[in-house]
């Protein structure tokens, strides 16, 4: 029997259930001003998953590295629901460049 399409699927589904309440809170605290750190930190995963030795690291690093690309998209995407009222808004978050 082979486990890795189970262990990966398994990875998969917490990578991208980890990263939706991150890019709420991260918008809520932060605002889209800190899409660089989810650019490098998902390049690097990237870059690791090119040369890591063995496959599921590989693979999990690769799912990881395109999940945290996406996370930028969907930063974006959760300032526009806040604005539209889907989300609440953090009225304290200062310096965030974002218009409110």
């Not at 650019?39 to 990237?46: D, Q």
């Not at 998953?49 to 974006?76: D, K, P, Q, R």
């Not at 539209?84 to 409110?100: I, Q, V």
Request: some cysteine.
């Amino acid at each position: 029997m082979r486990f890795d399409g189970i262990i990966i699927g398994f990875a998969t589904f917490l990578i991208i259930g980890a990263l939706h309440p991150v890019v709420i809170k991260g918008e809520y605290y932060f605002g889209t001003k800190i899409w660089p750190i989810f650019l490098i930190v998902g390049l690097g995963c990237l870059a690791v998953a090119l040369f890591a030795g063995n496959y599921i690291l590989s693979t999990i690093m690769g799912v990881l590295g395109f999940s945290l690309l996406w996370s930028i998209h969907e930063l974006f995407h959760q300032k526009k629901r806040v604005e539209k009222g889907w989300f609440p808004a953090n009225h304290k978050k200062k310096g965030s460049g974002d218009t409110e």
